[in-house]
């Protein structure tokens, strides 16, 4: 039997270094940072966005559901995001499962999800 999607991304743990690995590229890419620098003077709420997205990567992936935040299009509406923003985005995602040498067919999967998850977040 294959290994799921969350074991494959090294579970919570592997999640949140991938979480924090990400955040860092968007604080460092000028394409979007300035929807993330704002977070930098906000610890609290970086904390809990970045919480809510490896519970939303968890649940999604296989492992257990523990997400209680907003629905996708909810917590993107008001934001007004272009799709070459949300390339860019995708483009930090995958930068970070490079760094945490993640393999080709793992991230496949993931580009799976991002792509399903476009239209409930652009232009909202």
């Given amino acids: 039997m294959s290994k799921s999607l969350f074991e494959r991304l090294g579970g919570r743990n592997g999640i949140s270094i991938i979480v924090d690995d990400t955040v ?26 970045k919480n809510h997205t490896i519970d939303f990567f968890q649940a999604g992936s296989g492992g257990p559901n523990n997400y209680k935040g907003k629905d996708m299009v909810t917590a993107h509406t008001g934001m007004n995001i272009n799709p070459t923003e949300y390339m860019h985005v995708m483009d930090d995602i995958f930068m970070a499962l490079d ?15 991002l792509w399903e998850l476009k239209e409930m977040i652009i232009a909202k």
Avoid: G, S
Avoid at 99 to 113: G, S, Y
């Fill in 24 to 49: 860092e590229n968007h604080m460092n890419n000028t394409n979007v940072n300035a929807r993330f620098l704002p977070l930098k003077e906000k610890p609290e709420q970086l904390a809990i966005i």
């Fill in 99 to 113: 760094k945490n040498d993640i393999d080709e067919e793992t991230k496949k999967d993931v580009l799976a999800i």
